[in-house]
């Protein structure tokens, strides 16, 4: 496959939060407003590529070695030290967005979608740039997810009355099908 053409389908065609529906916990509660969702989204890109182009070579050596049944426990530990170093590194350099995350930034470290990408490139065969590719488009692509949904459900709340059922976690899911369904448009794509 097409370095671009992987990158774009990682993106836009198969968006791994409104295609593949991972990484809902964070992407919710995380997009109540454009600063935190692109701060979190910032966050899982860096974590998402990082982890991926680390993984991949540990995963070769592990192949090598005849012990990939270890993989899935190193890829963990790989995101949680990945997830641990941006932890520290937010709290000393950007305290108000690291205070803003709460809970949801160690979260990370058990987010799907930062393993999903490993477990894809693994299941999928990808080489090096392929897997370097991959993981950058996909977090970009989940950036790009909460992004419009935090900018959405601010113009919501903004300028209409949502019925009080929806208010919160309901208003989201509605937001996020609508834009399942706007990315679904994205698969007659053609190179």
């Keep these: 496959m097409d370095l671009t ?3 774009i389908s990682s993106l836009l065609t198969n968006n791994i939060a ?3 529906i991972l990484g809902m916990c964070p992407l919710i509660a995380i997009s109540t407003n454009v600063k935190n969702a692109v701060g979190m989204g910032a966050a899982v890109v860096f974590v998402v590529t990082l982890t991926g182009i680390i993984n991949w070579p540990i995963y070769q050596l592990l192949v090598a070695t005849n012990t ?13 030290a990945v997830v641990q170093f941006l932890e ?10 690291y205070t803003s995350f709460g809970i949801f930034l160690p979260l990370i470290t058990v987010n799907c979608v930062v ?4 477990l894809f490139f693994v299941n999928r065969g990808y080489d090096f740039a392929q897997t370097a590719v ?16 935090a900018g959405i459900r601010q113009k919501v709340f903004a300028i209409s009355d949502v019925p009080r059922g929806l208010v919160g976690k309901g208003i989201v899911f509605v937001i996020m099908g609508i834009l399942s369904l706007a990315f679904i448009g994205f698969t007659g794509l053609k190179f």
């Design 68 to 80: 990939q049944n270890l993989a899935l426990l190193v890829f963990i530990i790989t995101i949680a």
């Design 5 to 7: 053409q992987l990158f």
């Design 88 to 97: 520290i590194f937010m709290e000393k350099n950007l305290p108000a967005l």
């Design 134 to 149: 991959f993981s950058f488009g996909s977090s970009l692509g989940w950036l790009l997810a909460i992004f419009l949904v």
């Design 115 to 118: 393993l999903a990408v490993s």
């Design 18 to 20: 409104l295609a593949m």
